[in-house]
């Protein structure tokens, strides 16, 4: 086979070859039209007007004249100048347009309260007494059940011994408002809450109760070795025996 073979071609292999090479060359001229510089050109025409769209801006204020500036100049020039304000006259100044509070009212000398009666407000009308104090008396009263000596005073929490020497004059007590201790009933940790009574005595009292089955009298604590005169002369006037 010679070379002249290879490029042999029929008639109608003729034909459509050289059908293809014209399809190929019309699209070829196509293309180079279509990205020829007229078109790119062209193109750039068409979108340069929206680039080339002036830049709108802000127009400038036009400064108005201040009427206010002008009218309080105006107004500030024939206002006479007031006197700067001290320090001190500010704060006399506030303090007087705060209101008052009268202070508490103090009892005359040689007024006598009845220690056991007295509420916190007539309490607090004792010289030397506020509302701390107050309300310290008043529930140390509640936990002994009222108060059968004035000298009692001195076991509040806070009253030293130069505090009672100035508040005893002020205190008479009357014993009839001390509400006693059931000794016969009560049980062992309600007989503990009293100041004057320990745990250990609560449990004395209430083993000796169920052995007595009732007690009648002191002289049934005073056989028990957790009583002493001292713990009679202050626990007796809280104890009741019926």
């Not at 700067?84 to 006598?112: D, L």
């Not at 009222?146 to 002020?170: C, H």
């Amino acid at each position: 086979m010679s070379w002249r073979d290879f490029f042999y071609f029929s008639k109608g292999e003729r034909k459509a070859l050289i059908l293809l090479l014209s399809l190929i060359t019309i699209a070829g001229v196509i293309l180079f039209l279509t990205n020829s510089p007229s078109s790119e050109s062209s193109g750039t025409a068409l979108v340069a007007p929206q680039q080339a769209k002036p830049e709108v801006t802000a127009p400038e204020s036009v400064s108005q004249p201040n009427t206010n500036s002008s009218s309080s100049a105006r107004t500030s020039s024939t206002r006479p100048a007031q006197p700067r304000e001290s320090t001190s006259e500010r704060v006399r100044r506030m303090t007087s347009s705060q209101p008052s509070y009268s202070r508490s009212e103090k009892f005359e000398v040689g007024t006598i309260v009845e220690l056991n009666a007295a509420d916190t407000t007539t309490l607090k009308k004792v010289p030397g007494i506020g509302s701390a104090f107050a309300s310290r008396i008043v529930k140390y009263r509640e936990l002994l059940g009222g108060f059968y000596a004035v000298q009692q005073l001195a076991e509040v929490y806070g009253i030293d011994e130069e505090r009672y020497v100035a508040l005893a004059p002020w205190f008479t007590v009357d014993d009839s408002f001390i509400q006693k201790l059931p000794v016969n009933s009560l049980p062992q940790d309600s007989l503990s809450r009293h100041p004057y009574i320990n745990f250990r005595q609560a449990r004395a009292i209430v083993q000796l109760r169920r052995q007595k089955k009732q007690l009648s009298g002191w002289e049934n604590l005073a056989l028990l070795d957790e009583f002493t005169e001292d713990d009679k002369s202050r626990i007796l006037p809280y104890l009741s025996f019926e």
